[in-house]
């Protein structure tokens, strides 16, 4: 009986000692800290409800350390998300050099910085408690204008 050795795929995703964080650690924990703001939960407040420091769920938000599968389990019942959450959006190795996992286009990285600021989530907030339609479309109207969105100003 002959064995034959199976060819497995390589590992783009495994960084060494002294690399950096690993890619992936980046992106879930980019998702880790996207949901926890989203929810207007502090490091504090999320750390205390799975039982750790804000300092090692900081550490976890730069993707300096990993989150372990039961971890990251009880953050993904804490958040109310599903565990596959904390990787969508993730480029397939395939598809994207490692490198590059790091470093996503510009306008991808600018778009999801600017959903988990503060000041966007106050924005989003502020605009759902008009309660009026007409107003509240109007609002959008207006923000759509002022941010150069041309269409806008045709529409009227």
């Known amino acids: 009986m002959s064995a034959t050795k199976t060819k497995l795929a390589p590992a783009h995703t495994l960084s060494r000692r002294g690399e ?9 924990g980019a998702r880790l800290r996207l949901r926890r703001t989203l929810l207007g939960l502090s490091q504090e407040k999320l750390g205390e409800a799975v039982g750790i420091t804000f300092q ?14 039961s971890r990251l389990y009880n953050l993904s019942q804490v958040l109310g998300v599903p565990v596959s959450y904390f990787f969508d959006d993730m480029p ?3 598809s994207v050099e490692t490198e590059s996992l790091v470093a996503l286009p510009p306008s991808e990285t600018d778009e999801f910085e600017s959903m988990a ?3 966007t989530l106050e924005l989003v907030r502020a605009y759902y408690r008009i309660e009026d339609p007409s107003v509240r479309k109007r609002t959008f109207d ?4 002022l ?10």
């Open 20 to 28: 950096g964080p690993n890619p992936i650690d980046i992106h879930v």
């Open 56 to 69: 090692q769920l900081q550490k976890y938000e730069r993707g300096s350390n990993r989150i372990s599968a």
């Open 92 to 94: 397939s190795p395939d």
């Open 117 to 119: 600021r503060r000041e």
């Open 142 to 145: 207006l923000l759509k204008a």
């Open 147 to 156: 941010g150069g969105d041309k269409l806008a100003l045709l529409e009227d």
